[in-house]
């Protein structure tokens, strides 16, 4: 399976602006700048688009779990926190913080845990990156 997604940039990287699409269109030629990634200007940026891939992987991993555990959740909910930070010349995204509430009635503590730890390091998307991932995990029975 391949998806893809395209981006055009016109102008320097402070002035100038960007437009980023999807194959599915979901975005199209959604706006991105300098002031949105790094300010407070409007428009997406790479970080906040890998923060939302981040929270529907480990959503839907997670999910796949508790299954396999007998568990049926009715409700998952996560945010993803990326950290971007200036390293030496140059920026890295550092870390990335799952904040998940799953409701799940009934459902044993332990196997939660379980689950959510082995989503959080097997998701594709936690696979992919080279920064710290944390989590804190809440379950509502």
Not at 29 to 51: C, H, K, M, V
Not at 58 to 67: D, I, K, P, V
Not at 116 to 139: E, F, H, Q, W, Y
């Amino acid at each position: 399976m391949k998806r893809k997604a395209s981006a055009v940039w016109k102008g320097t990287i402070k002035e100038g602006k960007g437009t980023i699409s999807t194959e599915s269109n979901v975005l199209s030629d959604t706006q991105y700048s300098f002031s949105g990634r790094f300010e407070e200007g409007t428009g997406t940026n790479p970080e906040e688009l890998i923060a939302a891939a981040h929270a529907g992987c480990f959503s839907m991993a997670l999910s796949g779990h508790l299954g396999n555990s007998g568990l049926t959740p009715e409700k998952i909910s996560t945010t993803a926190t990326v950290t971007l930070e200036k390293k030496e010349d140059d920026f890295a995204i550092t870390s990335v913080h799952l904040d998940v509430s799953v409701k799940i009635p009934g459902a044993d503590k332990q196997a939660f845990e379980t689950a959510a730890n082995t989503a959080k390091s097997g998701c594709p998307v936690s696979k992919l990156l080279n920064a710290k991932i944390t989590m804190d995990a809440t379950l509502e029975t």
